[in-house]
């Protein structure tokens, strides 16, 4: 079981569009729709951001939006807002009735 | 609503038994998923395991020799024991419901450093 691979780091201005992928294989990823995003700021506990690929929890701004082809998914952050700078982690369902994360990626908001 | 509190020793000797305990307050333990994460300094998040409020538990391949999370419904709570620490086990370890995979409430998180 690997860790899902991201970007270590992506950046942009305030009022930008970023966007972080989230590659696995067709054993996560790809098999499932059961993807989620989080976002964790320093010495914080992560926060849901999207659940099951594509879904937004109450509460987080529409900003926010996943989506996923083939074994790659997508956290799309558009209107970026300074207090968007944080880490943020995928998760998949990983079969077998595991979970396997990726390893983060920094978003700066410059 | 739902809130989750970690709770355990912050220090652990090598080669010894971390145990941790996670209740949850301001709702039932029943019909859910419950999982323990962790986090090394400065690295990303990891899935150790879940355990189901009847019992039935899976953990993650690479620290499954080592692991037992068990569930004690009368009082709310959920433990993690992870056995033969070493360094490598240091980290922040988080306590979530699991829903699908999907962590929608977690506990503040625990530090947990392994030394002697």
């Known amino acids: 079981q690997s860790a899902l691979t991201q970007p270590r780091s992506v950046s942009g201005s305030p009022g930008q569009s970023v966007t972080i992928s989230c590659t696995g294989t067709?054993?996560?990823?790809?098999?499932?729709?059961?993807v989620s995003w989080y976002q964790q700021h320093p010495g914080k506990a992560p926060k849901l951001m999207i659940y099951?690929?594509?879904k937004r929890p109450s509460g987080v701004p529409d900003r926010f939006s996943g989506s996923k082809s083939g074994n790659t998914a997508s956290l799309t952050i558009s209107g970026l807002q300074a207090e968007d700078e944080a880490d943020y982690y995928c998760?998949?369902?990983?079969?077998?009735?595991?979970?396997?994360f990726g390893g983060g990626t920094k978003l700066t908001v410059l | 609503q739902v809130q989750l509190q970690e709770s355990g020793p912050g220090l652990v000797k090598p080669s010894e038994t971390l145990s941790l305990t996670c209740t949850v307050s301001?709702?039932?333990?029943?019909?859910?998923?419950w999982s323990w994460i962790r986090q090394p300094p400065g690295k990303g998040l990891e899935w150790i395991g879940y355990?189901?409020?009847?019992?039935?538990?899976n953990y993650n391949p690479s620290l499954k020799s080592r692991v037992t999370i068990s569930v004690d419904t009368s009082k709310n709570q959920f433990s993690l024991k992870l056995s033969s620490v070493t360094a490598a086990d240091t980290a922040v370890y988080y306590c979530a419901r699991d829903y699908y995979s999907n962590y929608g409430v977690w506990g503040k998180g625990t530090t947990v450093t392994v030394s002697s």
């Open positions: 301001g709702g039932s333990i029943s019909s859910y998923y």
């Open positions: 355990i189901y409020y009847s019992g039935s538990t």
């Open positions: 067709s054993s996560d990823v790809g098999g499932y729709n059961y």
């Open positions: 099951d690929v594509s």
């Open positions: 998760c998949s369902y990983a079969g077998s009735y595991t979970r396997v």
